[in-house]
């Protein structure tokens, strides 16, 4: 099993910065066999939606709403990822997920989730 963590969510101003951590832990094998993490965030009344994602042996893809605005990125010895979030807008106010995919079943591991809000 693949447990995740998220933190670093927050109150902050439009055109502020959060970084967001998704922190996973697990056996070793579970661990190594993570394919892909995502961020995916949901407001209120709306569907989750995936905001970035990083792939084993592929470069990050990310929504149109927050390219050149975030940033995905993993630490592998920390066993975490990252979502820089930078020039901030209250349409990025929502509860942000991170997501794994690992094993040879591409099973799913969800976190908690992290709250965002921004203010105008």
């Known amino acids: 099993q693949v447990q995740l963590v998220e933190s670093g969510g927050g109150l902050v101003q439009a055109g502020g910065s959060l970084r967001l951590s998704c922190a996973a832990s697990?056996?070793?094998?579970?661990?190594?066999?993570?394919?892909?993490v995502g961020w995916y965030r949901q407001a209120p009344g709306k569907q989750r939606e995936l905001v970035a994602v990083?792939?084993?042996?592929?470069?990050?893809n990310y929504a149109d709403s927050v390219k050149g605005r975030f940033t995905i990125s993993r630490d592998n010895a920390k066993n975490t990822v990252y979502l820089q979030m930078n020039s901030l807008k209250p349409e990025d106010t929502a509860v942000y997920y991170c997501?794994?995919?690992?094993?040879?079943?591409?099973?799913?591991?969800w976190g908690q989730g992290t709250q965002v809000t921004v203010s105008s």
């Open positions: 997501n794994a995919e690992w094993g040879p079943k591409r099973l799913s591991s």
């Open positions: 697990g056996s070793i094998g579970s661990i190594i066999s993570i394919k892909a």
């Open positions: 990083i792939t084993v042996g592929h470069s990050p």
